[in-house]
């Protein structure tokens, strides 16, 4: 805003010593209007309209050679025009708003959309996205991660298997050891998860490196790359601790649900070579206060209601 004063008194400078405003001058004063629009909408515009209208209005003269003054006429119709350039102009951004909020929901809902198509094809219930989501953002929240990036997040961990969707039925249900094949299969999920995504908006760019890296491993010996360590994506190292983890908790077609110690256990083993260390400490650490999610559902967790919890601290 003082940037902006700055701005309308430079200009205020310029029509001056440019010989008052009989001059092309003026139409500069167009600049910090727009600018002001773009910034702060309608209201910013009026106001700002109304100021430049006054420094290039009574004390401004028309011609400052010959001394003549601007009559009240002249410089009130500027303001005037200048106002309804600001209105105009705020206006036409404000919708622009609108149109963003609009686009933003409606990809937000094709997300949602997916995660109930999951649901479907995995025979589970959508808590089980929700649960991996919301113990991802609780430990994402111990480890320091900040809003868009817990955005980013939940949605990689709300959508991690969604390239599960194109696996067919006898491999994903199989209740016992995948072969060679099926396994080969399997292991494109989380390239085509993050394709899926990617088609939706370039926006989600965080999003689909969560979704490709949730299953490479801190040793390297993970899939689909193989990379290691700090090479995988903070969100992918965050995912990989809490969807194994409630993986083990539940009853899967190839394995019957394993007790809460004895998932944790095999977290604590995968320290270090499955897991990054850090997010096994913190995962522990966040376990053991009671902030870890494991039968109970969460409410209508969306991602509206999770970002005003994140804002009331409810998930720290
Ligand atoms: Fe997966």
């Known amino acids: 805003m003082f940037f902006l004063l700055l701005f309308i008194l430079l200009i205020g400078f310029i029509v001056f010593y440019a ?4 001059t092309v001058w003026p139409h500069l004063m167009y600049l910090p209007i727009i600018f002001a629009s773009f910034l702060f909408r309608k209201t910013g515009g009026i106001i700002t309209c109304i100021v430049a209208g006054i420094i290039l209005g009574p004390l401004m003269p028309l011609n400052v050679e010959l001394g003549l003054t601007q009559s009240t006429y002249a410089w009130v119709l500027r303001l005037l025009i200048f106002t309804g350039i600001g209105v105009f102009s705020g206006s036409l951004f404000k919708m622009n708003d609108k149109t963003v909020k609009k686009v933003k929901l409606l990809q937000a809902q094709t997300l949602k959309t997916f995660v109930s198509l999951l649901a479907l094809r995995l025979q589970q219930t959508e808590d089980h996205c929700e649960r991996v989501a919301y113990n991802a953002l609780v430990l994402g929240k111990e ?14 961990g709300i959508l991690h298997d969604l390239g599960k969707l194109t696996i067919s039925e006898e ?28 088609s939706v908006s370039e926006e989600y760019q965080k999003v689909t490196e969560g979704i ?50 004895e998932a944790l256990a095999i ?11 850090l997010m096994v400490e913190k995962f522990l650490k966040i376990y053991n206060e009671g902030r870890i999610i494991v039968n ?12 005003k919890a994140i804002k009331r601290k409810k998930l720290q």
């Open 19 to 22: 010989g008052g405003t009989n």
């Open 143 to 156: 480890i320091g991660l900040s809003g868009n990036e817990l955005k980013d997040l939940y949605w990689a």
């Open 171 to 198: 491999i994903l249900l199989k209740p016992s050891q995948l072969n060679e094949t099926e396994f080969q299969e399997i292991k494109k999920h989380p390239i085509v998860g993050a394709q899926i995504i990617m």
């Open 212 to 261: 490709i890296t949730h299953h490479e491993k801190w040793d390297g010996t993970g899939y689909p790359y193989g990379i290691r360590g700090q090479e995988i994506s903070i969100y992918g190292r965050i995912l990989a601790v809490v969807d194994v983890f409630e993986a083990l908790c539940k009853e899967r077609p190839y394995h019957k649900a394993r007790s809460e110690e």
């Open 267 to 277: 977290i604590q083993a995968g320290k270090g070579t499955h897991f990054d260390p």
């Open 296 to 307: 109970s559902s969460i409410p209508a967790l969306y991602w509206r209601k999770t970002k």
